[in-house]
């Protein structure tokens, strides 16, 4: 059983940083495809970044494009996001998702992903 734990969620003001974990036990990270969601107060959850398991191939939701970076550490069994110049609009409990998968392409539904973090809070003020 993969299970996923986030961290490093908080409260930030507009145009400052955080950066959010992903820590992964039960499996190696490697067998998996690795994207953040986000949802908001009264919203859908939202697509927001993936990598490949290589982590080669990225893709990001044009919201945060040049703001939001993923990456992954395999030997760590960990996956980060670093947010940068955020925006109230970002406010919102992002969660980690893990799909098995050995394809490069990047699916954006959640209904893909077999196994997710609780989430953790990110809060930026105006």
């Known amino acids: 059983q993969v299970q996923l734990v986030e961290c490093g969620g908080g409260f930030v003001r507009a145009g400052g940083s955080l950066r959010v974990s992903c820590i992964v036990s039960?499996?190696?990270?490697?067998?998996?495809?690795m994207s953040w969601f986000r949802q908001a107060p009264g919203k859908e959850r939202e697509f927001v970044v993936g990598?490949?398991?290589?982590?080669?191939?990225?893709v990001y939701a044009d919201s945060v494009k040049g703001r939001f970076t993923i990456s992954r550490d395999n030997a760590k069994n960990e996956v980060y996001l670093q947010m940068n110049s955020l925006r109230p609009e970002d406010t919102a409990v992002y969660f980690c998702?893990?799909?098995?998968?050995?394809?490069?392409?990047?699916?954006?539904?959640?209904?893909?992903?077999?196994?997710w973090g609780q989430g953790t809070q990110v809060t930026v003020s105006s």
């Open positions: 998702a893990a799909r098995f998968a050995r394809t490069t392409v990047i699916l954006k539904d959640d209904d893909d992903y077999q196994y």
């Open positions: 039960g499996r190696s990270l490697t067998d998996y495809q």
């Open positions: 990598i490949v398991r290589a982590g080669t191939v990225r």
